[in-house]
């Protein structure tokens, strides 16, 4: 009896640690990634905004449309959206709370105040479920400000009258007309630092002389300017304290995330000043002898990528100069002699997936996977040495970004790599006038039609703005495709996230690539998922308003509470 009681001790000490060991399947990983989503589903915002650029007490009107973040679905777990317009020195100016309409449609406005100083502002926005998440996924991107006088021609000219070693930072700044003349001012006035003054003189040529201590010149850091000019009329304008002449910083990113020893490894790299702004510079990679390996320039917004062979035991540097002329050094990353990386090509129909190893790396069996969204699209145990290369039809699955992962058999993570399924066409829109031409003031009638490809009728959930084209400048930075395949997916700031879905620019496709190889994904963890470890909501999505307060009497004494 006694040995009896030992033996199911011993198997119930055991059994636990046997699910680590476990080769799951590719329909075991499928079932759980779907329990994950069926237990924690989660929201995507895509704001669709009038136009790019207001003036102050314009109104900013825009709709917002809510859908499943894994199949983009139109959903309506939250009955609340909040949209949010915020300045440069991170103060909501604007903010609006929406709800469905009768059509279950979320639409509303933002009122801009009077007096608004031009400049980038930010437009947020979420719902208080979205906010719960650990990696909380508010839709955010930028809208331009203008100047209220002469709007659409004047702006400010920044440069900078000393380097960045020296203990400040002295500005110097113009006012420009469309003519590229000058516009002479005769009083100005800085804040910086939420309301602080900031030390400011007009120079003999009228030109804003400005000096700003170092340690305020940090990431996206701005100054205030009110600005009269010599026939009174005024200006109020938010102005970057960036100027090309500050410090600068390089990342590497190694594709599959190492550098392995003797064997062919494709670098990418992000170049930022210190504002957090992109920059173009030209780099060279040194060996411990100093000779040249390889030379690259930035190809898109400060990213870019050179090729080389490391060597085992060898340390590497990379020489960097930007177009002002500045030079710095940068260390590589160490160099491993027993890692694995994730190789990621792209092609015009498919995509390739394949295992690089360093030198030394073990013989052993490693778990690829593959999915987009938590659609699965691959589950495969390889052996390390093998050489396999998998095959991705792009026209299989959907769209967006595909995140490829390599576990050991205790499910922790080896590499990581991105690709992208691009977009395929499925509707067109027809827009039809009931005239050829229109004499002024006359009504316009336009029918819109949508079909899918073979022409057929098909529901459809549209926004569309009409603005005067000589008044505004149509936006082309931002759509409802980059919001949903790209931007929303990936960690950090990107810039100009529709130009990565050009297809028939070649450079577009290139830019992408470095994207993905820089920006990490920002979804669920998968091998917690596979191990059954799932993320669990802390709190219901938002479904009504809710009031509380201290009731007071006429002494302020509380009474009770509601």
Known sequence: MYKIICSLILILLVVPSLPAQEKVSFDTITSRMAEQLNMYPKEKLHIHIDRSCYLPGDTLWFKAYMVNASSHIPIRLSRYVYVELVNPENETVGRAKVRPDDMNQFHGYISLPEGLPGGKY???????????????????????????????????????????????????????????????????????????????????????????????????ACVRLDMTDV????????????????????????????????????????????????????????????????????????????????????????????????????????????????????????????INSALHSPHEKLLLLAHVRGKMICARWLLSDKGDIITIAKDQYPSGIVQCLLLDKNYNVLSERLGFIPYRKTIVCKMENDKNSYGKRTPVRTSLLLTDMNGNPVKGNLSVAITD??????????????????????????????????????????????????????????????????????????????????????????????
């Open 122 to 220: 930010a437009l947020l926005a979420y719902t208080r479920y979205m906010l719960s998440e650990k990696n909380q996924l508010v839709f955010k991107r930028e809208v331009c400000i203008a100047m209220a006088s002469n709007w659409e021609t004047t702006h400010l000219k920044a440069c900078s009258k000393t380097s960045s070693h020296e203990e400040n930072t002295e500005l110097q700044l113009q006012l420009w007309n469309n003519r590229q003349e000058q516009i002479p001012l005769k009083k100005v006035k800085a804040v910086c630092d939420k309301g602080k003054a900031v030390s400011v003189k007009l120079d003999k040529e009228k030109k804003i002389e400005l000096s700003i201590r170092n340690k305020k010149v940090t990431p996206d």
């Open 469 to 562: 084209k000589s008044m505004a400048v149509a936006d082309t930075t931002h759509s409802i495709l980059s919001t949903l395949l790209l931007s929303s997916e990936l960690k950090g700031r990107i810039e100009t996230p529709s130009f990565y879905l050009q297809t028939d620019n070649p450079e577009a496709e290139k830019a992408l690539d470095l994207l993905l190889m820089i920006h990490g994904w920002k979804r669920y963890r998968l091998p917690e998922i596979i191990k059954g470890n799932f993320e669990r909501p802390v709190m219901e999505p938002e479904k009504f308003t809710s009031l509380s307060g201290r009731l007071k009497n006429e002494k302020g004494e509380g009474k009770s509470r509601y």
């Open 231 to 354: 026939r009174n009329n005024t200006f109020r304008q938010y102005a970057a304290i960036s100027t090309g002449m500050e410090d600068y910083d390089v990342t590497f990113y190694p594709e599959g995330g190492h550098l392995l020893a003797d064997t062919p490894c494709r670098t990418a790299y992000k170049v930022l000043d210190v504002s957090g702004n992109s920059i173009d510079a030209t780099l060279q990679l040194i060996d411990e002898q100093g000779n040249v390996m390889a030379e690259s320039k930035t190809l898109y917004a400060g990213m870019g990528a050179f090729t080389f062979t490391p060597k085992s035991g060898k340390k590497y540097s990379v020489q960097v100069l930007n177009k002002q002329g500045i030079r710095k050094i940068f260390e590589l990353p160490q160099v491993q002699e027993s890692a694995y990386g994730i190789v990621v090509q792209s092609r015009k129909q498919d995509i390739q997936i394949s």
